[in-house]
């Protein structure tokens, strides 16, 4: 770009700016850009502006979130006083007005609109020209209204988006190389200096202000690609306002166009006819669907900036807020200054980091000597960044350290906005909100908070812990668990404490208006979502346990009965031990915390589960026998979370075994005691004390019997496979139904010389998984394996060697080594021999091994095998 | 850029570029900008030095980073020091010396810093002999370039403040504070006092080896700005070819786009650790600034003329940018045999510049 237009540029009002340009023709590159004279359709634009404003129509175009903007069309709407205000949005935001101009609303608020796949917002600040608009017109009693094509989804978005993205801003060449002139880092700070940082005066002069808008927003649109405008719906939206535009343009008293500056342009040429616009009027308005859903929620100025996220418009709201409130109350420059640097100083002395008045005036002052040098009437973002850098950080890390961090803070922040109770918003989010504030939680403000609940001893964070699970349940984003006892993962028994973080953030409000659809109210929500879970195809036993601990976690015990019937239904039909058992633990979890959680009359239920549980346990132990070599690893997994749950059973049983008075022999048992009363939290709390640690009268080894009988029966089955009888006699071996005598004479069956090496190999996995160190304490046993490896045919122990090689990792690094000292002994050889370590290429010990059986082959079939004798 | 005709290696920025200077204090004159006390130019027009200015004939002299000029004059302005810091070979002295001449027009009260600076260098000393014969007099008195700048009214310069100890850089602590040098041999409350315009820029690398930490005291006193390396790979090149221009002359053996090319992104990758593809490099300890690659396009230029046949080749780059890297230790040139031996090979097939560039470098370790 040549120099010499680059200074021209700085020095020129911009409404008179030199460009010359022609709208990129789709798919070519652009032309050279050559800055000679106003390009003749903005110049067209410029002088049709000027000739609808003499006929009532003000064209306003606007950057989103922009305080100047916004100062501007205040100043202009008080000399004007139109009758219509037209502000770009969609339409069927026209019936949120009414909550809109409620004095209870505080901005930053956002409508939510609410597709079949998306929703989207639509923030307003304090210092949003659309907020100005339309406060105005409500308060002045003109006719508002929203004139933008009604919310559809947009397949190529994300999941949650902005509707008032400018991308054509950030994409636009010409804006590029005028930053570059400028010396400005992007986009955002030319537009910062070029309008935001004009003296009050200046600001007031809201002709020459938008004249400028529009050049500048001209200028992204000249170099905009029609085809890119059309595929992404801004023409159709464009014609959609203008044929709004064209029943409101002759109303006598004048109507206010509040658009995106980006607009400005095509709506101006519309109106003329001009050929230009032949791209937008070829496109039929759009039928409006006014009975869109659409929300207003609270928003926060973390959400608000279009640095970060999804959001769009001026990045930064927090440092625009304050500027906002500072030029209203008339505050100089450097009394602004001064606030933002105390602001930030503050939050790096809470950082730790020592910052002085000294210091702080230092800043301030480099602010606004900064501005003065770039030429700009007020300090604007960059230029207090940039002194925050010059005088606060001490070394080379910029605005990585704590300064970043500060001026995160103080520019974005997690303060909500304000709105009316039960005023615009769907009856779910009333709902969540009043519990939430009823159980002490902070939702005034987006930030993420750190609960500890002692939920064991205490019935108030146990009803805290209850709703932060079914917001969680509900898809909210309002909650998670972040360590300490968790129920629902089964993590951290013992523990007493539950640790949850929460946010009120703007997405929870989203996420639960998306919700709606699905039920009016939380208890609502849990029941469908219930219904939903069960409905799957691969639903089983332990999906369906898992969903019934979440149910208890949240307190839904209404919701409970058509899952409990379910898993009942699953105990019937399922296939899969490892279902029913890890079904069977969920289910001992409950009981064994019951202190924490609200069980009520399902305390019944749920030990008849456990029987029925268990029964089915019982009945799939027997099919194992038939399982092929595949799937034994998982069926030893199963066995031994079955047998670790038939301990966790018995063991309570047996501590209960002295007080015979509560051992109740079966599940037929009912217990009227406890199950008349615990529905109220109040009593739960109660209840929990009689029977806390009571895990399980009812499974006594009555009812774990059965599956002890089968596990018996299925390890004297000559059919077994092997890996499956070693796990269950490692298993009845810890249980102390075997003693070591008769575990080495069934051990002897399968390690016999001559045995089969698969056999062999199978049986050491099956019994080191379950009881690794068996084999420390079994010197028969050790023996025996040594007897029937050396035993083994070289070919056959290269073959089943890998598998040796596994069983063998169940035993901790020492216990190896406590190992290979009894082997060792075993075979007279030294144990320090064992640990050798021979460094050979493992093809070199291969070769080696086939030459020497090559010559042991040769000297055999010579005859000389006596020469083999040592 | 103005020609004159001195027999000085390198003149200094005021003497090179008087004729702009002159054009932008004429310039200063006529709008009636506003010069601040003790200061030649207007602020504006010590940034319009720096970066620019094609109505006044202003060449750039600095790339990169204009709000970082901006920045810098401003600090200059006010009651702290700057600090120029950064990697080396990203023209920080260079643009110590371009606001030092704008400012004060003279860039040369200028402190060498090393091991070796003691605190008379950045006070005062005496002429013994004349210390002697005349007793402690202001003839006697030899000032340091600090002491001149104080007395004058401009801006004293500190480069490589790192490489001094912490004790001699100290000496500054009070002097940048009081703005004040206090001469006990003159007398009671006998005392230098710095005239407006007076301020320091300070140059400082706190990675190299062997530099010193800064006292609390003295960063106090400072404004902080980190010179950062161009990350433009096409405008490096640019800025490349411009350097050798004005090195060599415009009769340079040619160097095309493409060896440039090479060159450029050898000394990024090394340089950031990642090729534009993203893929990590391991990065060598030595500096791969883009003063270094200069060094490094003059030399494969010197080569290929006297050498060669007057065209500049990627091997010749190759066989420079193997120098730069050995100049370290044995790591350094075992990074950059990786390098070669692994992303080089693979461009190597499919552009013949990186060909040549990797058989040069292959045959360098034989």
Redesign the interface.
């Known amino acids: 770009m040549a120099?010499?237009v680059?200074?021209e540029l700085v020095e020129t009002p911009l409404g008179e700016t030199s460009v010359d340009l022609v709208e990129t023709p789709s798919g070519e590159p652009n032309p050279p850009v050559e800055l000679v004279e106003t390009p003749p359709r903005l110049a067209h634009a410029l002088a049709a502006l000027t000739r609808w404003r003499d006929r009532g129509v003000h064209f306003v175009g606007i950057r989103h979130h922009s305080p100047g903007c916004a100062a501007a069309l205040a100043a202009l709407l008080d000399e004007v006083r139109p009758a219509v205000v037209l502000i770009e949005g969609p339409r069927e935001y026209d019936r949120l007005l009414p909550a809109l101009a409620d004095a209870r609303t505080v901005p930053p608020v956002a409508v939510l609109s609410v597709g079949e796949r998306q929703s989207a917002f639509y923030p307003l600040a304090d210092f949003s020209p659309e907020w100005v608009a339309l406060r105005w017109g409500m308060a002045a009693g003109a006719t508002v209204r929203f004139f933008d094509a009604s919310y559809s989804d947009d397949p190529d978005a994300d999941e949650v988006r902005t509707l008032q993205a400018e991308h054509h801003l950030a994409r636009s060449e010409l804006i590029a190389a005028v930053a570059a002139a400028l010396?400005c880092?992007d986009h955002d700070e030319v537009w910062e200096h070029l309008f935001e940082v004009r003296g009050p005066e200046a600001l007031a002069d809201w002709r020459t202000f938008f004249a400028d808008t529009l050049a500048w927003a001209g200028l992204a649109r000249l170099d905009a690609d029609r085809a890119l405008l059309d595929g992404d719906g801004t023409h159709a939206r464009e014609a959609v306002m203008a044929s709004v535009l064209q029943q409101y343009r002759d109303e006598p008293g004048g109507v206010v166009v509040v658009t995106g500056a980006f607009h400005t342009l095509a709506l101006i040429e519309v109106l003329d006819g001009a050929p230009e616009a032949a791209w937008v009027r070829a496109h039929k308005s759009a039928a409006h669907q006014l009975d869109r859903e659409a929300w207003l929620i609270r928003y926060d100025f973390d959400r608000l900036d279009g640095l970060r996220g999804y959001g769009a418009g001026m990045p930064s709201p927090g440092f625009w807020q304050r500027a906002w409130l500072a030029r209203a109350a008339g505050a100089s420059p450097r009394d602004f200054a001064v606030e933002v640097v105390l602001d930030v100083a503050a939050r790096l002395r809470g950082a730790g980091e020592p910052i002085g008045s000294a210091?702080v005036m230092?800043a301030a002052?480099?602010a606004v000597?900064?501005a003065?040098?770039?030429?700009r009437s007020w300090p604007g973002r960059?230029d207090i960044t940039?002194?925050l850098?010059?005088?606060f950080?001490?070394?080379?890390?910029?605005l990585s350290g704590a300064i970043g961090e500060a001026l995160r803070e103080v520019f974005g922040g997690p303060t909500l906005g304000e709105l009316p109770d039960g005023l615009a918003a769907p009856p779910l989010v009333a709902e969540a909100r009043r519990i939430a504030t009823k159980l002490r939680f902070v939702i005034t403000d987006a930030t993420p908070r750190a609960v500890s609940l002692d939920t064991q001893r205490k019935p108030a964070h146990r009803r805290r812990r209850e709703f932060l699970a079914r917001m969680r349940f509900v898809g909210s984003g309002f909650a998670r668990q972040t360590g300490g006892a968790d129920l629902v993962q089964g993590l951290g028994a013992g523990l007493l404490f539950e640790d949850w973080e929460y946010a009120w953030t703007p997405l929870v409000e989203a996420n639960l208006i998306a919700a709606s659809a699905k039920g009016a109210t939380l208890a609502e929500l849990v029941r469908t979502g219930v219904a939903r879970r069960l409905g799957r195809d691969d639903t089983s036993a332990a999906s369906v346990a898992s969903l019934i601990t979440e149910l208890i976690v949240m307190g839904e015990p209404d919701a409970l009965a058509p899952a409990l019937a379910a898993l009942r239904q699953c105990y019937d039909d399922e296939a899969h031990l490892g279902s029913v058992v890890a079904s069977l633990h969920a289910l001992a979890g409950l009981l064994a915390d019951q202190g924490r959680l609200a069980l009520g009359e399902h305390l019944v239920t749920v030990r008849q589960l456990i029987a029925s549980g268990l029964a089915a346990a019982a009945g799939l132990v027997p099919p194992l026998t038939g399982l092929r070599a595949d799937d034994q690893a998982k069926a030893c997994d199963d066995l031994i979370a079955l047998r670790s749950l038939l301990v966790r059973f018995e063991d309570s049983s047996v501590e209960r075994a002295d007080r015979p008075s509560v051992e109740p022999p079966s599940v037929e048992l009912v217990e009227t005691g406890v199950s008349t009363s615990a529905t109220s939290e109040v009593s739960t709390g109660a209840t929990s004390e009689v029977s806390t640690g009571s895990t399980s009268e009812v499974s006594t080894r009555s009812t774990t019997e059965p599956v002890r009988r089968e596990l018996r029966r299925l390890r004297r089955d000559p059919a077994l496979p092997a890996r499956l009888h070693g796990c269950l006699l490692g298993l009845a071996f810890s249980d102390a139904e075997l003693d070591p005598d008769e575990l080495a004479g069934a051990a002897a069956a399968h390690l016999a010389p001559g045995a089969d090496a698969d056999r062999v190999a199978g049986f050491l996995l099956g019994l080191l998984q379950a009881a690794p160190d068996l084999l420390l304490h079994t010197p028969e046993l050790v023996a025996a394996l040594n007897a029937a490896l050396a035993a083994m045919e070289a070919e056959a122990f290269l073959a089943v060697l890998p598998d040796l090689r596994r069983a063998f990792t169940w035993l901790k690094p020492s216990e190896t080594s406590r190992l290979a000292g009894q082997l060792a002994e075993l075979t007279g050889a030294r144990a320090s021999d064992l640990d050798a370590v021979l460094s050979i290429d493992p093809a070199v010990a291969e070769q080696a091994a086939a030459l020497e059986r090559e010559l042991t082959g040769s000297l055999v079939r010579d005859g000389l095998a006596a020469w083999l004798a040592s | 850029m103005t020609e004159v005709t001195t027999s000085e290696l390198r003149p200094p920025a005021e003497v090179r570029y008087a004729a702009e200077l002159d054009a932008l204090a004429r310039a200063d004159q006529a709008s009636g900008a506003p010069v601040p006390p003790g200061w030649q130019l207007s602020a504006r027009a010590v940034r319009a030095f720096v970066v620019g200015d094609a109505g006044l004939g202003v060449t750039r002299k600095f790339y990169g980073d204009d709000p970082l000029v901006d920045r810098a004059i401003v600090s200059l302005l006010g009651r702290q020091g700057l600090m120029l810091v950064g990697e080396p070979g990203t023209a920080k002295s260079m643009l110590s010396e371009l606001l030092a001449a704008a400012i004060s027009g003279t860039s040369n009260l200028t402190i060498q810093g090393s091991a070796g600076t003691t605190e008379d260098h950045v006070r005062y000393s005496w002429n013994y002999a004349l210390l002697i014969a005349e007793g402690p007099t202001q003839r006697a008195l030899v000032p340091s370039p600090v002491y001149q700048a104080m007395a004058r009214g401009a801006i004293a310069r500190f480069e490589e403040i790192t490489r001094c100890p912490a004790e001699i850089q100290d000496t500054l602590v009070s002097i940048l504070s009081e703005k004040q040098i206090m001469i006990p041999e003159f007398g009671d409350e006998a005392r230098l006092a710095a005239r407006p315009g007076f301020n320091v820029i300070a140059t400082a690398n706190l990675r190299d080896r062997g530099v010193h930490e800064m006292s609390a005291a003295l960063k106090r006193r400072f404004n902080f700005e980190t010179v950062r390396p161009i990350s433009d790979r096409a405008f490096e090149a640019e800025l490349i070819g411009r350097a050798l221009d004005a090195e060599l002359g415009p009769q340079r053996p040619q160097l095309s786009p493409p060896v440039l090319d090479v060159l450029v992104t050898a000394f990024a990758d090394l340089r950031t650790g990642r090729t534009d593809t993203g893929t990590p490099v391991k990065r060598p300890d030595a500096v791969m600034s883009t003063a270094e690659a200069v060094n490094v396009a003059v030399a494969a230029s010197m080569a290929a003329r006297y050498l060669g046949d007057g065209t500049v080749r990627a091997g010749d780059i190759a066989r420079q940018i193997v120098g730069v890297a050995q100049k370290g230790e044995e790591e350094d040139a075992r990074l950059v045999r990786h390098y070669v031996d692994n992303v080089v090979r693979q461009r190597a097939r499919g552009s013949s510049p990186w060909r040549e560039f990797f058989d040069a470098a292959e045959g360098l370790w034989g």
Not at chain 1, 372 to 375: I, S
Not at chain 1, 393 to 398: E, F
């Open positions: 120099e010499p680059e200074t010396g880092r210091s230092d002052g480099q000597r900064l003065e040098l770039r030429a960059t940039d002194a850098v010059s005088c950080v001490k070394d080379d890390s910029g």
